[in-house]
């Protein structure tokens, strides 16, 4: 089974919208985190957001924010106000367990494509 | 937020030859760094997980022979392509952890190396 699922491969989105990118995981550990990572054409990973599986308030940092619904297994990222450099592939990826050595399993990501 | 550096960016190989890319931390010590590779349009697959004076896990799969990952100091691991082919062209990324971190904190990429095989 896949460890994390994002089921849009290609989203639009018009300047200044709001666009939600869906991710859905999977894991039977209790301790986990969930990452959202953009990567532009120029193939650098940018953290966006974190998640904590512990973590009572939904993340958000600036114009992100992620959607946290436990029992749906799902973590949304939600862009407000798209700008035109948001135009990337947004990928989640999954920790599980706490620890420092534990890698990180990515989804198959989402193109998106903000339009004027 | 922290500094990975990787190097090359870019690199074109002839067949057969091999290639050294390097990562590296340029701000903190990194005990453990991992090395993902991804074809055009995919996701990054991890490859293995270095660990810093020890030998590096293999995810299934990988050719521990053909890549060979080490990890000498805290702030530097290396992925050698040892006799390339053309089907080994991809982009190759890495990423560290800080020692110091909170388990629950990201881990820091490198720019990535797009490697190809002629």
């Known amino acids: 089974a896949q460890k994390i699922t994002q089921t849009q491969p290609g989203m639009f989105v018009q300047e200044k919208e709001a666009v939600t990118l869906d991710c859905t995981y999977d894991t039977s550990d209790p301790s986990y985190g969930l990452f959202w990572y953009k990567q532009p054409s120029s193939g650098e990973m940018i953290f966006l957001i974190y998640?904590?599986?512990?973590?009572?308030q939904n993340a958000t940092e600036g114009r992100y924010s992620l959607n946290f619904q436990k029992a749906r297994k799902s973590a949304n990222l939600v862009i407000s106000a798209s700008q035109l450099g948001d135009s990337a592939m947004y990928f989640c990826?999954?920790?599980?367990?706490?620890?420092?050595?534990?890698?990180?399993?990515f989804g198959t990501g989402t193109q998106l494509k903000v339009e004027l | 937020g922290a500094v990975v550096s990787q190097h090359p960016s870019w690199v074109i190989c002839k067949s057969g030859t091999s290639v050294k890319i390097e990562c590296r931390s340029l701000?903190?010590?990194?005990?453990?760094m991992f090395w993902y590779r991804q074809f055009p349009k995919q996701s990054l697959m991890l490859m293995a997980t270095s660990n810093e004076g020890s030998k590096a896990t293999y995810e299934q799969g990988v050719e521990k022979d053909k890549f060979l990952i080490n990890h000498a100091s805290l702030t530097l691991s290396t992925l050698t392509v040892t006799s390339a082919h053309p089907e080994d062209s991809s982009f190759y990324i890495c990423s560290a952890r800080d020692r110091d971190s909170r388990g629950d904190t990201e881990a820091f990429f490198g720019q990535g190396t797009r490697l190809t095989v002629v």
């Open positions: 998640q904590g599986s512990y973590d009572q």
């Open positions: 701000d903190f010590q990194a005990t453990t």
């Open positions: 990826a999954m920790r599980e367990g706490i620890g420092g050595g534990n890698k990180l399993t």
